[in-house]
């Protein structure tokens, strides 16, 4: 049962006047957890599908459930190639003096950083054995103020203690402020998306919106890249790469956010104040934008500027440590998929279609903030029990017969779960390589 996700989800939503949806539950598998991490997975796909219903006035919306739990994970399937590793060899988890402490160097410079404070050769082995020597507190403070990602290992009750725990409990799931009047395109083939977001719940939100219809374009900085995640990531959308510390870029980049409807993007708390963009900018550059963005750890309490990933903040909040203890195991236990950041995603999507039908109906423009820890308080909300579910079974029918002609090579994709009027959705760009496309809408 996901009721009281649904009920959750529902209230920061204002769901009550959208049509519910049947779930189809055939088969379905459950993804192993001591978490409620399946209800999870279908609460979010539901609640963004039933926001897609309310915005195109469609009552034949369907969801496969077991496909939205195979959409919690990757979701191409290779024919003769092989996809490079989402991970960095030496990210991972590392037992520590006083415990255990994850590090995520998948950019170069979180790796720069977390290595020159530890002080050693760019090796696990090397890292593992020097890390042997730190308290768990002391390294990730090290590792934050280096510029890296890292997050030691807490477990629920002391989250809960915690000084930025207790501010993400008192944080709504979904916090939403009003931004302008606007009026705007009725059908959501005409509504612009400008996408300024990484890894992974962002792109999963413009995923959504791409298939149904959005123009979506992402803006990447020159210097990033995420090989392992790529064909993910891209599908649906245009990809272009500008550099805003660059004056004509910065021309180009005002002029799209000029004819966007729609911004979303995960910048920490003062990043694009830092670049000229701060919230009053972004309005006067572009007035009534419906703004929906992310953050790591929450929008208040002492840690709303630190870096986080999906991974790093199942440390923190008790997830991993409680996998670990209910699974008897010798170290870290973290979600089968990452669960924040596409639960996260796809309720990303459904502010997005919140706004979107509200500023059709009223003129009136709001924009929605939302963080990976706050969506880990709902999970832990559901509470824990023993270990159940034994993984999600794949099977024939749930690959898309067609062959999709990646740049990396054939592949089949795995059909999506929701449908609209009996039709799936339509990407009309193929996933691809980043800043390969013009920036221009």
Same mark, same amino acid.
């Given at each position: 049962?996901?009721?009281?996700?649904?009920?959750?989800?529902?209230?920061?939503?204002?769901?009550?006047?959208?049509?519910?949806?049947?779930?189809?539950?055939?088969?379905?598998?459950?993804?192993?957890?001591?978490?409620?991490?399946?209800?999870?997975?279908? /609460?979010?796909?539901?609640?963004? *599908?039933?926001?897609?219903?309310?915005?195109?006035?469609?009552?034949?919306?369907?969801?496969?459930?077991?496909?939205?739990?195979?959409?919690?994970?990757?979701?191409?399937?290779?024919?003769?190639?092989?996809?490079?590793?989402?991970?960095?060899?030496?990210? +991972?988890?590392?037992?520590?003096?006083?415990?255990?402490?994850?590090?995520?160097?998948?950019?170069?410079?979180?790796?720069?950083?977390?290595?020159?404070?530890?002080?050693?050769?760019?090796?696990?082995?090397?890292?593992?054995?020097?890390?042997?020597?730190?308290?768990?507190?002391?390294?990730?403070?090290?590792?934050?103020?280096?510029?890296?990602?890292? $997050?030691?290992?807490?477990?629920?009750?002391?989250?809960? #203690?915690?000084?930025?725990?207790?501010?993400?409990?008192?944080?709504?799931?979904?916090?939403?402020?009003?931004?302008?009047?606007?009026?705007?395109?009725?059908?959501?083939?005409?509504?612009?998306?400008?996408?300024?977001?990484?890894?992974?719940?962002?792109?999963?939100?413009?995923?959504?919106?791409?298939?149904?219809? /959005?123009?979506?374009?992402?803006?990447?900085?020159?210097?990033?890249?995420?090989?392992?995640?790529?064909?993910?990531?891209?599908? +649906?959308?245009?990809?272009?790469?500008?550099?805003?510390?660059?004056?004509?870029? #910065?021309?180009?980049?005002?002029?799209?956010? *000029?004819?966007?409807?729609?911004?979303?993007?995960?910048?920490?708390?003062?990043?694009?104040?830092?670049?000229?963009?701060?919230?009053?900018?972004?309005?006067?550059?572009?007035?009534?934008?419906?703004?929906?963005?992310?953050?790591?750890?929450?929008?208040?309490?002492?840690?709303?500027?630190?870096?986080?990933?999906?991974?790093?903040?199942?440390?923190?909040?008790?997830?991993?440590?409680?996998?670990?203890?209910?699974?008897?195991?010798?170290?870290?236990?973290?979600?089968?998929?990452?669960?924040?950041?596409?639960?996260?995603?796809?309720?990303?999507?459904?502010?997005?279609?919140?706004?979107?039908?509200? #500023?059709?109906?009223?003129?009136?423009?709001?924009? *929605? #903030?939302?963080?990976? /820890?706050?969506? $880990?308080?709902?999970?832990?909300?559901?509470?824990?029990?023993?270990?159940?579910?034994?993984?999600?079974?794949?099977?024939?029918?749930?690959?898309?017969?067609?062959?999709?002609?990646?740049?990396?090579?054939?592949?089949?994709?795995?059909?999506?779960?929701?449908?609209?009027?009996?039709?799936?959705?339509?990407?009309?760009?193929?996933?691809?390589?980043?800043?390969?496309?013009?920036?221009?809408?």
């Amino acid at each position: 049962m996901a009721d009281n996700f649904d009920g959750e989800i529902g209230e920061a939503l204002g769901l009550g006047t959208t049509p519910a949806l049947q779930v189809a539950e055939s088969d379905p598998g459950e993804l192993a957890s001591c978490f409620r991490v399946s209800e999870l997975a279908v /609460a979010s796909m539901r609640a963004a *599908a039933r926001q897609l219903a309310a915005f195109t006035g469609t009552s034949e919306v369907a969801i496969n459930r077991r496909r939205t739990l195979l959409w919690f994970g990757m979701t191409l399937r290779p024919i003769g190639w092989s996809l490079p590793s989402a991970w960095d060899p030496i990210a +991972g988890d590392y037992r520590a003096a006083d415990g255990w402490i994850r590090l995520h160097t998948n950019a170069p410079h979180h790796r720069d950083a977390a290595l020159a404070v530890i002080g050693c050769a760019p090796e696990k082995a090397a890292v593992s054995q020097a890390v042997g020597s730190w308290q768990i507190n002391q390294l990730e403070e090290a590792v934050v103020a280096a510029g890296g990602a890292a $997050a030691a290992m807490h477990d629920i009750d002391a989250w809960a #203690r915690h000084p930025q725990g207790i501010a993400v409990a008192a944080e709504p799931l979904i916090a939403w402020r009003e931004t302008g009047h606007r009026r705007g395109p009725a059908t959501l083939k005409d509504i612009k998306v400008l996408d300024l977001t990484r890894v992974l719940a962002g792109p999963v939100a413009t995923r959504f919106l791409a298939g149904f219809g /959005a123009k979506v374009l992402r803006i990447d900085p020159p210097s990033w890249n995420e090989p392992g995640v790529e064909p993910e990531v891209t599908l +649906g959308k245009r990809r272009a790469g500008l550099d805003l510390h660059r004056a004509e870029d #910065r021309q180009t980049f005002e002029a799209l956010l *000029a004819g966007a409807d729609v911004l979303v993007h995960g910048y920490r708390p003062g990043a694009l104040e830092r670049l000229g963009y701060g919230e009053a900018e972004r309005q006067a550059l572009s007035h009534g934008l419906i703004d929906v963005s992310l953050n790591a750890y929450g929008w208040t309490g002492p840690w709303t500027s630190r870096r986080g990933f999906d991974s790093l903040v199942q440390m923190s909040t008790g997830i991993a440590s409680e996998g670990m203890r209910r699974a008897a195991a010798e170290r870290p236990v973290p979600l089968p998929v990452q669960a924040l950041d596409h639960a996260t995603g796809y309720l990303m999507a459904a502010a997005v279609l919140n706004a979107l039908r509200r #500023r059709r109906e009223t003129g009136i423009c709001h924009s *929605a #903030r939302l963080s990976l /820890a706050r969506t $880990a308080a709902l999970l832990l909300s559901g509470g824990a029990s023993e270990f159940q579910g034994s993984g999600v079974k794949e099977t024939d029918a749930d690959r898309s017969p067609h062959i999709e002609p990646t740049p990396w090579g054939p592949a089949h994709r795995l059909e999506f779960p929701v449908s609209l009027d009996g039709q799936p959705p339509t990407w009309r760009h193929p996933a691809g390589p980043l800043r390969s496309d013009a920036a221009s809408w």
